[in-house]
């Protein structure tokens, strides 16, 4: 089997994952349900996710030998490091609060997808940031 059909399965296998688990959080005030899922090609160091509800952002990432990704929200004074196991996919979750912003930056070729997930009413992004 070839690295691209493993990684698609993947993928997959993490976004109907997440689906599951949304569905299982649902509350009697709205449904968790807005999903927006970015990648798999980074062009530039950074992405940004943020919503004006309460959300989870979901990775799952590839990188090559040396790969780093950072995880950091401003004014919260804490950031992650993760060294990424090179050429194996790695899975990762972060919850934001609304109005937050999840920062995500790579050092190295990085590959993968983030998801987004919030409220279905929620004005929400994960874009990339030069």
């Given at each position: 089997?070839?690295?691209?059909?493993?990684?698609?399965?993947?993928?997959?296998?993490?976004?109907?994952?997440?689906?599951?688990?949304?569905?299982?959080?649902?509350?009697?005030?709205?449904?968790?349900?807005k999903i927006i899922t970015?990648?798999?090609?980074?062009?530039?160091?950074?992405?940004?996710?943020?919503?004006?509800?309460?959300?989870?952002?979901?990775?799952?990432?590839?990188?090559?030998?040396g790969t780093e990704i950072s995880i950091s929200i401003p004014n919260l004074g804490a950031q992650s490091l993760y060294a990424l196991d090179h050429g194996k996919m790695q899975a990762f979750t972060i919850g934001g609060q609304s109005d937050q912003t999840v920062i995500i930056t790579r050092t190295g070729l990085v590959t993968g997808w983030l998801t987004l997930q919030t409220m279905s009413d929620a004005d929400a992004s994960c874009v990339q940031t030069p």
């Open positions: 089997m070839n690295i691209q059909a493993i990684l698609a399965a993947v993928t997959i296998v993490v976004i109907v994952s997440a689906v599951a688990i949304l569905l299982s959080m649902q509350k009697d005030e709205g449904t968790f349900s970015a990648g798999p090609i980074w062009t530039s160091d950074t992405w940004s996710c943020t919503s004006n509800k309460d959300f989870l952002v979901y990775g799952a990432l590839r990188g090559l030998e």
